[in-house]
């Protein structure tokens, strides 16, 4: 059974059950987005823009018209 969101939370689709060609896109898009407004990291632009991850990952993907999902999961030692 999947985990129920608290009241008033829209469950979206995770990053990693996208499709190859959208998490591709997906990339892109936010590789695109910190070039195009000189962020080294989604993470400053999150504290510039006062946003969390979330936030700035749906408004990434509404922008160019891609499915919204939960932004990637990072391994940072991986």
């Known amino acids: 059974m999947p985990p129920l969101n608290p009241p008033g939370q829209i469950q979206t689709m995770r990053f990693e059950e996208l499709s190859l060609p959208d998490r591709y896109a997906a990339e892109s898009a ?3 987005f910190l070039g195009q407004h000189r962020y080294i990291s989604l993470d400053e632009a999150c504290q510039t823009l006062d946003l969390t991850l979330p936030q700035l990952w749906s408004q990434i ?3 160019r018209g891609l499915p919204d ?3 990637p999961v990072f391994a940072p030692f991986a």
Do not use: G, L, V
């Open 30 to 32: 936010a590789s695109r």
């Open 61 to 63: 993907m509404q922008d």
């Open 69 to 71: 999902c939960d932004p």
